[in-house]
């Protein structure tokens, strides 16, 4: 959201007590603009048009000088002289420092809204504008790239303290190939910049790394408030690596356009707030990297006008926590979520134990083509077998004899019949093979259209539970196996 005066003048009386701490930028602005040629406390005025065809004295819009640089040199340091701007006033900035904030106390305001405030076109790659000294206000205007990865815009230098941007637009280039790589550079040291209600747009362009830079070494007091965002930024809308304290980041809207790349992103040394602020990317965890910045009221959105994509009112706690969250309480809030975690793995693993030992159900097809088919492996430690049952899905042919179903234990000294033996020389398909007695060895039988059968309690060791026929022949049988494990660490597989 870009400001004209009447605009922030508005916003301030709507909201409130919600804008008390923008009142010192407010009454600067107000203070010097209740006419053309008013000033603030012994300062003077001066005029910049590009359309101008008077005398170039900058004394008023008549006689406007023609360059913003032009109307820098005419003021005079900490005596809060203000320069206007035209509507319409346009530049083209051809190299490094195209204009120079280079003295203290002034303030620059671009009259006009839109499109028609005046416009700063970057035509290479080195065009940079500065802000040299301290205490500089810039009120609105357009900076524009004119040219791929212009390296940087706005260069705010080491003596620019206490820089404040109010209403700065950056619009979406003409050439979809155009970009700032850095709309707005801080250098080290740079202390108290305010940039408010300022925009920045630039869909088409994937050179862009920043849209603001403050890596070059620590800068106090940081505050970035209610500025529209959106772009490719190749590492981070808002960036810094190093340990800048005290910064506020409120009231944004930001939306990162880059596959895994940050809206905001700030060392774990960094103190501050992020608030009320809506940033979007398209992998949640990467959206926002706040270092040690605590965070209020923060929307994350992995997509557009989709709803459950948005993650609301995230107050992080813990390594999230700057100085002014109440750092040993939210200690305390992690250590009891880390206690119930603890507990909740434990229950989990008790869960998974006691799944161990529930009635479980395998199946598997024999045939009779050879003597012993093995149909289950019993592994790391003994079963109790609750119910078996034989399904005849083709019948039988070739006298295969009969059948009993036998334990091949590992040890040996374990293995026995589960079964007597059962003719199946005429079991046919749809017969159920079941047992009638299941004291020591059961009784095996099959019929037709008969299929209750006798429950079982034996005991089942580490080995094979097997098929044994008397000949071969043809047929095939699904058996299915109820069991329950004895040891956690019992296992039952079906053989092929």
């Not at 120079?100 to 303030?107: H, K, P, Y």
């Not at 035509?123 to 212009?150: E, K, L, M, P």
């Not at 334990?407 to 293995?415: G, N, W």
Request: aromatic share 8%; net charge negative.
């Amino acid at each position: 959201m870009s400001y004209t005066l009447s605009q922030y003048q508005t916003n301030r009386i709507g909201l409130g007590s919600g804008y008390q701490t923008l009142d010192p930028l407010y009454d600067i602005i107000a203070g010097g603009l209740g006419g053309a040629s008013s000033a603030t406390g012994t300062g003077s005025s001066f005029y910049v048009d590009s359309n101008a065809t008077g005398g170039d004295t900058g004394k008023d819009f008549t006689n406007a000088v023609l360059t913003l640089d032009a109307a820098i040199n005419l003021t005079t340091a900490d005596r809060g002289d203000w320069i206007h701007v035209a509507e319409g006033h346009a530049e083209t900035i051809s190299g490094a420092d195209g204009w120079d904030a280079d003295v203290a106390g002034i303030t620059i305001y671009h009259h006009g809204n839109g499109s028609n405030q005046g416009t700063y076109t970057f035509s290479a790659t080195g065009s940079t504008v500065a802000i040299g000294a301290a205490n500089v206000t810039v009120v609105g205007g357009r900076f524009a790239a004119g040219v791929n990865a212009v390296v940087a815009g706005i260069m705010v230098e080491a003596a620019g303290d206490n820089c404040t941007l109010i209403g700065c637009d950056f619009p979406e280039p003409t050439t979809s190939t155009f970009e700032f790589v850095d709309a707005i550079d801080l250098a080290s040291g740079t202390d108290s910049f305010s940039i408010v209600g300022c925009s920045y747009s630039n869909y088409g362009a994937t050179g862009t790394d920043h849209f603001i830079e403050a890596g070059n070494g620590a800068n106090l007091n940081m505050r970035i408030i209610d500025c529209d965002i959106i772009g490719e930024f190749a590492i981070s809308a808002i960036w810094s690596d190093t340990a800048d304290l005290d910064v506020i980041i409120d009231g944004c809207t930001i939306k990162n356009l880059t596959t895994g790349q940050h809206c905001i992103e700030f060392t774990g040394a960094a103190t501050g707030w992020v608030t009320n602020c809506n940033l979007y990317g398209d992998t949640e965890d990467a959206i926002i990297d706040p270092g040690s910045l605590s965070q209020a009221n923060v929307t994350l959105s992995t997509a557009i006008n989709t709803p459950g994509n948005e993650i609301s009112n995230r107050a992080m706690l813990g390594d999230f926590t700057g100085p002014h969250g109440g750092a040993a309480q939210d200690d305390n809030v992690k250590a009891s979520l880390d206690l119930a975690h603890t507990d909740l793995d434990a229950i989990l693993a008790d869960t998974v134990a006691l799944d161990l030992y529930r009635v479980k159900t395998i199946s598997t097809t024999t045939d009779f083509t050879a003597s012993t088919d093995n149909m289950f492996t019993v592994a790391g430690g003994p079963v109790e077998i609750l119910s078996l049952y034989g399904l005849c899905t083709t019948l039988a042919g070739g006298s295969p004899g009969t059948m009993v179903i036998e334990m091949d234990a590992t040890t040996a000294a374990q293995d026995g019949d589960f079964s007597t033996t059962v003719n199946v020389d005429a079991l046919a398909a749809g017969d159920v093979i079941r047992f009638t007695n299941a004291i020591d060895e059961g009784v095996l039988s099959w019929t037709t259209g008969t299929q209750a059968g006798q429950p079982l309690n034996w005991f089942a060791p580490i080995g094979d539970i097997e098929q044994t026929l008397s000949s071969t022949g043809t047929g095939a049988v699904t058996w299915y196996m109820t069991y329950r494990a004895l040891d956690a660490s019992s296992a039952v597989t079906a053989s092929a």
